[in-house]
């Protein structure tokens, strides 16, 4: 398995493209399913995940077809061979579950494997169950499958409260009430960005929608949708996770495509920690503000709330902040497994449930670590550009879940940084 070397140095200076967002792009990807006309997705990242989402959709007799090395997606769903999600796919990546509402919305049915949990919790799916049966589905969990049926005259629209809110449940609701007979509304909904973008995406293909970004979405079914081109809106959790690098480093990094409404709650804490976030006309520039990074308490919400996706990332910071900091973690059950990593580097941290508290050292030490989980992984990175001496992190196969040309990203504003190939070549 390949490693990724840092070799912790001084500040870093330069600039940053940001990607299309990696959890935005595997909701639009299975809009296709929706029409028979040709829908394009541009700006998609070039990740893991992605590819994984285009062997499921082909794997249905949807064409995808990867132009611009990846950067855009042509796909048409004219003629579907089938309606299974199969295990041997689903348990590569969970978001295989939001085929099952588009499947069930066009074709009526859909057998979509349980995608099972993961390292950061059970993530079970029962939110997305119980809003598809109110919207007339006929569900049954047999042989580790969901078997959905809706009735002959198709879904009906409908009032469904969520009892918690879920982003990937919202997703599979919205994407099946669209072309429900009649009026949905669906309440306490996910307000995160990528469910604006699908919005978005959905109206340009003919969907009738409002509210998008407030807790209550009201979707009038039409009988069919068109086509469309649509941009996969910027990476939030990937503009957040470089403007971190300065922060930990020192220097100055100009996030391209970075746009603050995407990362409120983690700028207001990045200023409560001592650090600069300015607007620029081509994203957000970051630099630490003058002394010692301070530590600031986190609470993880759902958006607009500090994104558990930067949990990990912001205890890399934390761990070298004048002070003690405590993170709440309140989405995911265990969502900590990087703090014995950066332990190993020196770093002290008391995990107790769902908190973790933070007593920031002077420094880091670099040291070979494990990358768990694809969130965990790049703030191991992040710990490792401060730390001093060489950081070794192995099992990066998660990072290239959710993080495109890491290496050549970070190298571009001055980070030493290599990447290992299996079989030793370095990159
Ligand atoms: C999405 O996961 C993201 N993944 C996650 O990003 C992100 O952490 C999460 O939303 C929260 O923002 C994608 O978009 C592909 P949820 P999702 O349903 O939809 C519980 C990353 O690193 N729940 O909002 O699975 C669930 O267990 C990934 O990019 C139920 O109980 O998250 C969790 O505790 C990690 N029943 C909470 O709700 C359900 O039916 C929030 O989960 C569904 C969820």
Redesign the pocket.
């Known amino acids: 398995m390949d490693q990724i070397i840092v070799r912790g140095g001084g500040a870093l200076n330069g600039e940053i493209p940001i990607t299309g967002a990696?959890?935005?792009c595997?909701?639009l990807m299975p809009l296709t399913l929706l029409t028979d006309q040709p829908l394009t997705l541009t700006n998609a990242p070039r990740l893991s995940?992605i590819r994984t989402m285009t062997t499921l959709l082909q794997s249905l007799g949807s064409e995808v077809a990867p132009l611009q090395d990846g950067q855009v997606l042509a796909m048409s769903s004219h003629a579907l061979t089938g309606v299974k999600a199969e295990y041997d796919i689903v348990r590569k990546?969970?978001?295989s579950i939001?085929v099952l509402g588009p499947l069930l919305a066009r074709y009526g049915e859909a057998v979509v494997s349980l995608p099972g949990g993961?390292a950061?919790?059970?993530?079970?799916?029962?939110?997305?169950?119980?809003a598809l049966e109110a919207l007339g589905a006929q569900l049954e969990l047999r042989d580790g499958y969901v078997w959905a049926k809706a009735p002959s005259g198709g879904l009906k629209g409908a009032d469904f409260t969520f009892p918690?809110?879920?982003?990937?449940?919202?997703?599979n609701a919205v994407m099946a009430a669209v072309l429900a007979k009649g009026t949905s509304i669906l309440r306490n909904v996910?307000r995160?960005p990528?469910i604006v973008d699908l919005v978005h995406c959905l109206r340009r293909m003919g969907a009738q929608i409002e509210g998008e970004g407030s807790s209550t979405l009201t979707i009038e079914g039409v009988t069919a949708l068109t086509g469309a081109t649509h941009p996969v809106v910027t990476d939030r959790?990937e503009l957040g996770t470089y403007m971190l690098a300065p922060a930990i480093c020192g220097g100055e990094v100009e996030c391209l495509g970075g746009r603050i409404d995407l990362v409120a709650s983690f700028c207001e804490k990045l200023d409560e920690a001592g650090v600069d976030v300015i607007e620029t006309a081509r994203g957000l520039k970051v630099a630490r503000k003058n002394g010692r990074i301070r530590a600031v308490d986190v609470v993880t919400e759902?958006?607009p709330g500090f994104?558990?996706?930067l949990q990990a990332q912001m205890m890399a910071l934390m761990c070298t902040a004048e002070g003690t900091s405590v993170l709440e973690e309140t989405?995911?059950?265990n969502r900590f497994m990087h703090a014995p990593e950066l332990a190993r580097m020196g770093a002290r941290i008391e995990v107790h449930g769902g908190h973790a508290t933070v007593h920031g050292v002077e420094k880091l030490r670099g040291a070979p670590v494990m990358a768990t989980?694809?969130?965990a992984s790049v703030s191991l990175i992040l710990a490792g550009l401060a730390a001093e001496g060489e950081t070794v992190v192995s099992r990066v196969y998660h990072l290239d879940?959710?993080y495109e040309k890491v290496v050549r990203k970070l190298r571009g504003v001055g980070a030493e940084i290599e990447r290992i190939k299996e079989d030793s070549q370095h990159e």
């Open positions: 990696k959890n935005a595997l909701t995940d990546m969970r978001a939001l993961c950061i919790g059970a993530r079970p799916v029962d939110l997305h169950l119980r918690l809110v879920s982003v990937g449940a919202t997703e996910a995160e990528e959790i759902p958006f994104p558990t996706d989405i995911f059950e989980d694809l969130r879940r959710g």
